[in-house]
């Protein structure tokens, strides 16, 4: 069973930087659809960043040139660095590999002044 533990998360001011880590443990092939999702206060849990094949990434618009995903499958690692962060980016932070696994705890992150 794959398992995914989210760290890394914080308040940080809005434009600041933060860097999020994904420990897996378990059974991984590939980076290949490893991704990053968040979830806002009241609001479905979204996609933000996805590795499409590496080192290629897929983004929402919404992170596009602030958001970089990268992943190292010998050291079992997803990052996902983040800046010019914007209070619309608070959110519980979760990474999963696409159809694979359950869901972590994820990391909350606060953007605010």
């Known amino acids: 069973q794959v398992q995914f533990v989210e760290s890394g998360g914080g308040l940080v001011q809005p434009g600041g930087s933060l860097t999020l880590s994904c420990a897996v443990s378990?059974?991984?092939?590939?980076?290949?659809?490893m991704a990053w999702f968040r979830q806002a206060p009241g609001k479905q849990r979204e996609l933000v960043a996805v590795?499409?094949?590496?080192?290629?990434?897929g983004y929402a618009e919404s992170v596009k040139g602030r958001f970089t995903i990268s992943g190292d499958s010998a050291e079992r690692t997803v990052w996902l660095q983040m800046s010019g962060l914007k209070p619309e980016d608070t959110a519980i932070y979760y990474c999963?590999?696409?159809?694979?696994?359950?869901w972590g705890q994820g990391t909350s992150v606060t953007v605010s002044s």
């Open positions: 999963k590999k696409i159809g694979v696994g359950n």
């Open positions: 378990g059974k991984l092939a590939s980076m290949y659809g």
């Open positions: 590795i499409t094949s590496d080192p290629d990434a």
